[in-house]
């Protein structure tokens, strides 16, 4: 059986991932999203009515022409996770294959809440909920499909892993190895040298971090210096707000656990904050079901005064901006252009790192100057990565003993320190370590 | 009753501590501390025979001439810890003071051993141990010296206070604010917050990192941290070696513990770890008593041959060398000069920083070079920092609410971001905010 | 007769720089500038219409209400030089002094310019224009104000020193050592170390890159970096585009010369640049009077148009944007919102730094992004800077070997290697170095 | 006719270059180079007596031994330039090879030292000297070797150019395009567009800068800055010492005649010193042949004796020690063991940059510190670098336009920005842009 891998999206960047695998007839789809950067770098661009080709031209969605020289047909799409770098585009491309998107069901729960949004195309593949651990059939030649539990900074992230007659396809996007990761379950490193001793063909790894060194703490770790943190305000008597990535729940979690164990009322707020939150929510994982979540501008509005006027000192709002971004609301606080009144002393709890770009940089950097002309106090970077760092990318290497790897999740100048350590270990670029870009596709046997 | 404070070392620099107060006629001397980097920036120099006058002349210990302006007797000389920055020049210059040392135990057996390879100098100072939460008097005119705990990267850390009848002195250098320190008791924020309200006439404080934000993490993060690293290696059958500060005893219990928590057994190798860990299980504090510890290099040598023939996955080494330095045990063991053997896949942990200073990080680089070559997998900075960061600053000022203050233990660069956040608290540069250089007296009333 | 210096602005921050010297019962006032940063955090902030309280409370303009404390009359407000942080608050403060305006032609142009626009505050001062290397007598006791030639930035930059019975005041912002400035005449250090002989009371030292190393460059050495890089296009047949700081006349000058050169119409093009540029025509000092300036938006646009039409490989277009401000005209350029179009190849040349600062980074990244979408090929940094690094300053306290010395134009941290060199020279901390903040008063002798 | 590449050397560092070109039966080898730092990270290896095979192991010479696999005889070895990374290994491979060395005068006359030096093999290669500009044939099959002119920082670097059949194999290894190179030709463009239009079908180039936008300044914006640097110590009466690189000719040559210009005697000092200007005079390049050269210990200590005695404000000496190497003549003279004194305000010119990598950072800032210990006055990069940058790169790609590119003189995440700005120049990835590594062979028809 023919096996090809053709790296649509994801190859050049972080972002838009998008991967194919065709074994035989059948194809699978790993993952279809979106590079935010390149929409935002526009001034007011609203996707949600754009066509997919001109997307395609701005880079901010994988450009999927490739498929046509796949011979074969898609059996699923399947995304391993909920952030829209792994779904944002299914809502423009997915259309075109008739094929189920298949995820687990707090993945699916957020493509169905990105697919609700669309204006330009219609979509009406079939969502299919699978649980780590499950596994589907895929065509009528023996390829099965089967979700490994991994962990993220989402919840309900897997690696899929295809199951071919020539041996095991695992695509390794996103994840750390994480023992202890709050929520869920720790990662399934058993089944991982399982398959490994079953015989993996190729290995598509995510390299994010791959040039950084060491390992990536577990959410343990975090949790631990979130709670050091805000435990450290608990005889404060004035505002502390915190915020953090609205997808990472397992955060949010501790968040809200915090604040009660300081006596404080966790409210979320922002629109992301209660889509994220309210899914994890809905679909029944291990997260406070009693927190208040508001996303409405208005009712924030009027949340922020209802604050003030019990006291802030009693609650601890945990709202987006993260990032500094301008429209936020921890950004329209710091202006001022809220309810809430910030004075000296109050805490702002960043529980999250500045996405390493300039412009990124330059927006937190002048929300924390306007947060600093308020009194306000800032903790930054109460947070740990949710990629492999290098010493992760060692031990899945040592389970998995692939034949083959293609490195992922990353440009070139990111691949390289995967490429360093997959050559000390014995792989040799070109013959079975494959760096590769968008567009490409390789035939692995 | 005039007070005046003499800054004697330390205020140009991290290093050579060293500060003396007078409240009337009775003076207080706290720290005597070396400058290493001073000594060791030239070729093959041993301290032990060298006259105080030269090492004064290198910068390496502080010039405490300015003594002779100080009109008073001196009572005591407190070492606030066990760092040699603070203790190491007891044994040059203690002897001129006809005064005894006082300390914390912990603190007292380390002066003890230092002046016992003093060859100079005679050394006649009385050792007197004095627990945290304890007082003295100090002469005959209404002082009295406090210590009061706090939390530093060694055990039985205090800031002392001197009581004088103008209002306290409080001298803040080693300290983080940190309330589940590992071993002993989290820092006395009430006491010290006491103390605020009787009124603090001066205080010094430790500005190591004061152009860092945020808050510095307790050490139970760092253990946190330490523990998923050393725990996701409990599959691993080849070398863990580990490497931190020898004088951070809670970071060594949390290796022993975490090492037999994955059945290894560990043992402490070099001098420094002997001599600080050896101090620490005979002063009765809450250390493993029963761990190896080996001293002699020849010891050292027939310990890693016994653990090469028993199995070198049966052990985990906790050694000397985590700044690179060329002599120490880690980094000869790179240079494979031991019995020792490292093979590809074997870990080695740095639970220590590089001091941030272009040599040590050169050294460490070659060793972590050195290491890679042998194929060893080096995980690096599981660490906290032992000084406050600006949140801790913050909340210390908040906390004393002094009538003065001097920034101490860095240059006038570090001084520069404690200056920005005093003065938005409100103290002024030259009234009550003493920017100040190596040698001055500050008449405080 | 009493000699007091009143540190009024730009002794905490680069910016608003305001310092008044009293001899007896004259005052002079050196400089009243603007910190833009201050003002650009806000959103859609028109200061022309702003009261001088309100502009004082953002820490946009020095606040002068310090000058009651200074008994005397003021004789004359000296801008050292045009750029904004040095004249951009006379309009606002200038008017509460019965003292004439003295300053250089060229900067006198430019005040006139600044107070044209003020829309709140009456302004009556004379303009009096004195030349370097000429004096002026101040008062009635013996004062004479002198101006001596430095190299800066911006042409006809000098350094004022009052001569008082008690020796010289020297107020030594902003400059470079230049001695090939490319235009106007070599920093006078002969007279330097002429009235260091004499005696120098007081140095008020530009310490803007005092915690960089080294000599910086001379103007002569940007122009040959910049001659290299604008030769190496001159086979280029499509776009090439300039841009610098618009005040800076010599860098100007330079790129209409070597464009010129290669065969190509210089054309400057924005409002700044044609204010700074015109001033420098009108005054006739060694600029091209032949080149075309462009300054509102709806001529550049047809200048654009003309370009296009013409063919844009015949020009060189010199446009304001250089730190990548949203609204300049590189920027909306990069953007495609104006006539010129960009290909794949074209040259973006920009002969400026960016400012340290991460929202100016962000924005000029943001700019570069765009400009490379289009195929744009950036050439960066082509630039010296304006103030002394530490060699320097070295040199200037070599010549001028004052008995006082007062660090300006920095905060603390800024400072802190200048008072390292200082006192490795032999002056010491709060005695004859005086590190102040705003606001404060040195009584000198 | 097939044509093979094999990248033997070089592709994974910078260092150790080496790479063979097969055209039918003929063979040419370009370059044959040492990794320095491989052999000095251990300590006191001697390479003199050493065999290539543990030279290989250790990574400090090419791994020829994929040789093997190249089918045809070895015409030629093409030594570049006259570095150690270009010229280092001949003295243990090319014995192995029946082929002469071929170079331009001053590379063979350093090639000619370097295996005088040699202990452990017998050399017999025919030397043959070629002037850029020249071409010669290779083989019986209708090749042609040319050297075209480039620049960099040493003398007489060319490009060699194999033109075969199939069209012209480029090597571009190392240059800058440098059109005012102070010594020698500017870079023959004019002949790179020719060979471009006659059809290039595969193109080597110097990736050692790729990461790093701009262009590359000319050799001679480094002589203005130098210029600008030395005349600003022209009234400077105690030492001024300088050092660069030895074998940059250019660099020396300026040095030389600024020391004059300011009424100085230069004087080189150091083995390398002598070896490259000696050479460089010897075959009679525009270097000033009045020089005195010192290069043996014992008569560097005279010299420096002879300096002192004549008064040290008379002389420039440009010595070794740029990088801070502990055993090089500066670093000694800045521990204080010649007999030269260095002062308080002597000056130290380091017309170099520092080699960015830590073990060099950290010899260096030793270096440093022990100079300023004694009071000295440091300059440091006073330099340009003497490879591409990225708009370097973009000029040569749109001169030659090459079928097929190899990245070199890098590991890929230093190809990452070359590989990026191919990209956009239409290249791809694995198709005519070949990312490789160490010991491949890529077939290119």
Known sequence: MEIEIATIGGYEEVGRQMTAVRAGNDIVIFDMGLNLSKVLIHDNIQTEGMHSLDLIDMGAIPDDRVMSDLEGDVQAIVPTHGHLDHIGAISKLAHRYDAPIVGTPFTIELVSGEVEEEQKFDFNNDLVKMEAGETMTIGDHGCELEFVNVTH??????????????????????????????????????????????????????????????????????????????????????????????????????????????????????????????????????FPSDVEMVGYRRSIEQTLERIMNDGKENFLPIVTGHQGEPRALLTRMARGETAFELEPGDKVVYSARVIPEPTNEGQRYQAEKLLGMQGARVYSDIHVSGHLCQEGHYTMLDALQPENIIPAHQDLGGFSGYVDLASDQGYTLGRDLHTTSNGNIIQIN
């Open 153 to 286: 900074s989402i919840i309900q992230a897997i690696n899929p892993v295809l199951h071919t007659p020539e041996g095991a396809i695992v695509y390794g996007l996103d994840k750390r190895i994480d023992h202890t990761p709050v929520i869920g379950d720790p990662i399934d490193m058993d089944r991982f040298r399982e398959i490994g001793r079953e015989g993996v063909l190729c290995y598509i790894e995510d390299c994010t971090n791959a040039n950084k060194k060491g390992r990536t703490p577990s959410e343990n770790v975090a949790r631990e210096h979130l709670r050091d943190v805000l435990y450290s305000m608990e005889d404060y008597d004035g505002a502390i707000l915190a915020s953090t990535f609205s997808s990472h729940i397992a955060r949010v979690k501790s968040l809200i656990e915090f604040a009660r164990d300081i006596d404080r009322t966790p409210i979320l707020l922002g629109r992301s904050m209660e889509t994220y939150s309210g899914t994890a929510k809905r679909i029944g994982v291990d």
